[in-house]
């Protein structure tokens, strides 16, 4: 595909920069996220596949390269399991679908049993040279040949298959130099390939496959700001972490500038299962259960609110032992007695439509979803098409019913945010159903101390208090009964952004026994709302300035 030069103004907008991207374009007309997968049918029989912790890297990078590539050809035909019976249950229960562990822990079985979901060849690899995994993965799609390690090449052959490609002593720089015009230009991803920068490096080997897209991991900052010119404006970057930097907030600054959204999924395995009900409920459309009154006014109250942090991470909403399935979270007793925020990522209605419907199934009207960030986790201040964005992003709110939106960006301490911001977030203050926005600093969340800002009618909230362990920046309460008396000391004013407290939990360190250790101490004055009303509450008693 072709891209012309798109024309962006550099605007400095009160010390925060939004950055002309010179050679993207999106397109007319976006492909779903769950691209050329196919549905998963009613009924239907998916092997299962063991991945247990003496499993070779070989066999589950063969395994899962296997699963991405017979999802787009044929539809889902493996589930890969590694201990966490959530979604397999969910699709059993739904769509009847059929866990044969027939080749469970049977790796030639299974390669030979599928052979016909592929081209019927093999790309060779060699793990000890680790840059060719990510060149195997890529072509692995290109080319509907499971990448094979040299370990495996006798199991592959003796199965009926033959080679297709050697890419021993290749990289992915090989590939974008060969192949790129014949990928995917709607996603790309990031993820290392050595298991010493990252012990995640042999899992999300289905989705690059799935997708035909170019899994993406070499030093050359330049060399990678010229591939990333190829990927169509406002697309989704897949993985973790950058080749340029282990820094988080460097490395979603710089897939920010790029004009991608992070869909962080290091440590996903079987997206592609997931993404299969994305044709199958491509209408559907979800619906919260927390109740939607009029706000109503109360005199001498102070009001907080929570809401977990950490949600724009796939995994914790449909990854292996996922939030869902965790005691400490949607599993709590404690849940549904109290008011609570939790993260939605928006792109979830496509790539994992049967996780959004479970976490709605499962909610109580206590629980309330807020879209997280955007389309993924990326920084506005730094993005080159807001309004792309906003407009891309329009209908996954729509379908997921997310009227509030959490946003994070990287400001400090070089600028402090200021109301200046809202000029930066205007495109999405312009999509209707959103009513109001919360934002978190990254690294420092409530390093704005809870002001409140607005765009047009619609609040922007920051974080007030950070419900963490680590201590490292004033505003960080660690324990309940810290959290407790910081509140109830706060005024009980309606009338005053400081009658509104939007705490964030800190999901690696805090859970709802927490949250609930801290409601039991709050003075009757001190009144816990869902995300929702909390936004109506301060659009009813503050209104925009």
Not at 22 to 34: M, T, V, W
Not at 214 to 226: G, H, M, R, V
Not at 453 to 469: H, L, M, N, S
Request: charged share 20%.
């Amino acid at each position: 595909m072709n891209f012309s030069v798109l024309s962006a103004v550099l605007l400095g907008l009160g010390g925060c920069t939004v950055h002309a991207v010179s050679a993207q374009k999106a397109p007319a007309e976006r492909s779903p996220l769950y691209g050329p997968v196919k549905p998963l049918q009613a009924g239907q029989s998916i092997y299962v596949f063991a991945k247990k912790a003496d499993t070779p890297d070989s066999q589950f990078v063969a395994v899962q390269t296997l699963q991405g590539i017979a999802a787009r050809t044929t539809g889902p035909r493996i589930w890969i399991d590694l201990g966490d019976p959530t979604f397999p249950d969910y699709l059993s229960a739904k769509y009847q679908i059929v866990l044969d562990r027939t080749y469970a822990e049977d790796f030639a079985g299974l390669i030979a049993a599928l052979k016909s979901c592929t081209s019927g060849r093999y790309v060779l690899y060699d793990l000890r040279q680790r840059a060719s995994l990510s060149a195997a993965t890529t072509m692995a799609g290109l080319l509907d040949a499971p990448a094979a390690d040299v370990s495996l090449q006798e199991v592959f052959e003796k199965a009926g298959y033959t080679m297709a490609l050697d890419v021993r002593e290749k990289d992915c720089r090989w590939v974008y130099e060969n192949y790129i015009e014949q990928l995917n230009p709607e996603a790309i991803l990031i993820h290392t390939h050595t298991r010493r920068q990252h012990p995640s490096a042999a899992f999300l080997r289905d989705w690059g496959p799935a997708l035909q897209a170019l899994d993406w991991w070499y030093p050359d900052k330049e060399l990678s700001q010229k591939v990333y010119q190829k990927i169509a404006l406002c697309s989704p970057v897949y993985g973790w972490q950058s080749p340029n930097s282990s820094d988080e907030g460097v490395t979603i600054q710089q897939h920010s500038e790029a004009g991608f959204f992070q869909i962080p999924s290091d440590w996903m395995v079987n997206l592609s299962v997931h993404a299969s009900l994305g044709p199958v409920m491509k209408e559907r459309r979800f619906v919260q259960k927390a109740e939607r009154k009029e706000p109503v006014r109360r005199e001498g109250v102070h009001t907080v609110t929570f809401i977990l942090s950490d949600m724009d991470n796939i995994l914790t909403e449909i990854g292996t032992h996922s939030f869902f399935s965790n005691r400490r979270f949607y599993r709590n007793p404690h849940r549904g007695q109290f008011p609570m925020g939790w993260g939605m990522a928006p792109a979830l209605v496509e790539l994992s439509p049967g996780g959004v419907e479970m976490w709605y199934e499962k909610a109580t009207k206590q629980d309330a979803f807020v879209g997280y960030c955007g389309l993924g986790y990326f920084y506005p201040s730094h993005f080159p098409a807001m309004d792309v964005h906003a407009e891309r992003l329009k209908g996954y709110l729509e379908r997921a019913d997310l009227r509030t939106l959490l946003l994070i960006d990287r400001l400090e301490p070089a600028q402090r945010l200021t109301e200046d911001y809202a000029r930066i977030i205007e495109p999405f203050a312009q999509i209707d159903c959103l009513r109001g926005f919360f934002y978190l600093e990254y690294m420092a969340y409530a390093h704005s101390e809870g002001q409140i800002f607005w765009v047009g009618e619609k609040p922007i909230v920051t974080a007030r208090f950070d419900f963490r362990q680590e201590k490292f920046y004033p505003h960080v309460r660690s324990s309940p009964e810290e959290l407790a008396a910081a509140l109830n000391a706060m005024p009980k004013n309606p009338d005053s952004p400081d009658g509104y407290s939007f705490v964030t939990v800190h999901a690696w360190s805090r859970g709802l026994d927490e949250v609930y250790a801290v409601i039991e101490r709050l003075e009757p004055a001190v009144r816990v709302a869902g995300p929702e009303e909390f936004i109506e509450l301060i659009r009813l008693n503050l209104g925009p300035k």
